[in-house]
């Protein structure tokens, strides 16, 4: 040790006589094992659009009104703002309603700043009586569910005992619940049939009375305003409270309603529509589900899908098993009102399933590893460096914990690429080591052990610093592809980082114990 040591020879002094290097080595381990039960699980990278959604109140203003003078103007000075990609605007009555869609990969908290700042600088263009606009921020989260579960209505006879819209009633106040989960970012419904009253206008008689559709919106529209309950005293003191019931109970309501009138003679709704009560046709959705029966045939349900996303960087897993747990819950209370249920998705369960295949994969890397280094090296060589691949892997899975990164099939798919590199500082270190060795049979292990790993570690980190610079562009992709594939410019440098300091602090100080 004549010369001047550079990093790995100073690495591999520090560590070859120190009495707590092996202890070192195990709380590696320990780490890597904590890291992979607390990291959160999720079986595809989480991709997060940030958006933010504008609410502006014109009282008394129809659509087409809310339209032209508040939308139109707004939809124009948003568009001005640099990241902003997509605009969806909804006109309504008496309100407007724009939604704004960031590029991906655009800072939320820079890109609502700049939204706010437009819309209040251009006040002036709002008309007279618009009220303060409302400025919410909005993350989309576009990965798939990480849970869906099918409602479906028992049977008797083929025939459902629970009508769609009984069953979507049931069924959203389950949804209720399950956005009460933490970290549950959207539940939502597939399917549903909302109950209403459906109104279906005969063309024909409508010609006949000499009247138009509008009419007959306007006097139903007359019908759904409610009157507020009204409360006042009397000379005796007493308060009174009464209230006007609602106008709209059943079809008869409906059919009884005047629409105009012919020669003093007055034109009910019933004389030129059908009435129904029954669910939203307008907007028909319908999902069914495939179920064997006792015959072992396929027997076709209308059912509603629950499906259910995270917030990003959530472990699916935990948040399944409070989803299903609650689900098991009421599973009974469910059954006595003719409702069954199916879960079709499970995120977390095939998360787990892959994580689990990944550390079966890297058991049987590692014995591959060893039995070929086993020809080439030697047996306690190839020890050595297969003892190197789970320290390595250790310390990878506890930074990603640290930085706040997720298990996932990119993740997984990074660490399976870096598999093969992971052990070539390592098998460099110890064939070195091997070559000195039987150079100076005579010499004492720890000088020569570091000597050995002093000689190559400059090649070795130009080699290493080569390869990890090639995955550093890949932080610069941006768009979906680039939040998807995220994981993979994290963990391969990270991984080949970790492989020569294991390299260097950890294979002279085994080769000292074991050769």
């Known amino acids: 040790m004549n010369r001047e040591l550079n990093i790995a020879g100073k690495l591999s002094l520090l560590f070859i006589n120190h009495p707590l290097t092996f202890i070192f080595g195990i709380f590696i381990l320990i780490l890597g094992y904590i890291s992979l039960l607390l990291m959160p699980r999720e079986e ?3 991709i997060k659009v940030s958006g933010g959604v504008v609410i502006v109140a014109l009282p008394g203003a129809l659509p087409s009104e809310i339209q032209k003078v508040i939308i139109e103007p707004l939809e124009k000075k948003i568009r001005e703002i640099k990241g902003v990609e997509n605009i969806y605007s909804f006109a309504k009555d ?16 820079k890109s609502n700043l700049k939204l706010y700042d437009q819309v209040m600088r251009n006040m002036d263009l709002m008309p007279h009586g618009a009220l303060q606009p409302m400025i919410k921020t909005m993350d989309i989260d576009t990965d798939i569910p990480i849970a869906t579960i099918a409602f479906y209505s028992q049977k008797e006879q083929k025939k459902d005992l629970v009508s769609q819209s009984q069953l979507f009633n049931e069924v959203s106040k389950i949804t209720k619940e399950i956005n ?53 005293n009397t000379q005796s003191s007493e308060i009174v409270i009464f209230g006007i019931k609602e106008a709209i109970e059943n079809e008869k309501d409906l059919e009884n309603l005047i629409i105009s009138y012919n020669f003093q ?22 999902a069914f589900i495939y179920l064997r029966d006792d015959t072992n045939d396929f027997e076709e349900f209308s059912q509603i899908t629950l499906s259910a996303s995270k917030l990003k960087g959530a472990n699916s897993v ?153 995955f550093i562009p890949m932080f610069f992709v941006g768009g979906m592809m680039g939040q998807f594939m995220h994981p993979l410019p994290v963990f391969v440098p990270i991984s080949l980082a970790m492989s020569l300091f294991v390299a260097y602090a950890f294979t002279p100080y085994l080769v000292k114990k074991i050769l």
């Open 44 to 46: 595809n990278p989480q």
């Open 94 to 109: 008496s309100v407007a309603i724009v939604q704004v869609q960031y590029f991906i990969g655009k800072k939320k908290k």
């Open 180 to 232: 009460k989960i933490k970290d549950v970012a959207l539940v939502d419904l597939k399917g549903e049939k909302k109950e209403q009253f459906n109104i279906l206008v005969d063309a024909n008689k409508l010609s006949s009375y000499n009247l138009s559709l509008g009419q007959v919106m306007k006097q139903i529209q007359a019908l759904s305003y409610k009157t507020p309950n009204i409360t006042t």
């Open 265 to 286: 003679t007055p034109i009910y709704l019933k004389d030129i529509a059908l009435v129904e009560k029954s669910y939203d046709i307008q907007n028909k959705k319908d």
């Open 318 to 470: 935990t948040i399944n098993e409070e989803i299903f747990a609650y689900m098991n819950s009421i599973k009974e209370e469910l059954l006595a009102k003719n409702i069954k249920y199916t879960i079709t998705r499970d995120d977390g369960y095939m998360a787990n399933n892959a994580v689990n295949k990944l550390v079966l994969d890297l058991l049987i890397s590692i014995i591959i590893i060893a039995i070929l280094l086993i020809f080439t090296l030697g047996l306690k060589e190839a020890m050595i460096v297969s003892l190197m691949v789970p320290m390595i892997l250790s310390l990878t899975l506890f930074i990603g914990f640290i930085l706040g990164e997720t298990i996932n099939r990119i993740t997984l798919f990074a660490l399976i690429v870096s598999l093969g590199m992971l052990v070539d500082a390592a098998i460099i270190v110890i064939e070195n080591i091997h070559r000195h060795k039987k150079e100076s049979p005579n010499m004492d292990i720890v000088p020569l052990a570091i000597n050995a790993t002093n000689e190559i570690g400059n090649a070795t980190n130009i080699a290493t610093i080569a390869i990890i610079m090639t």
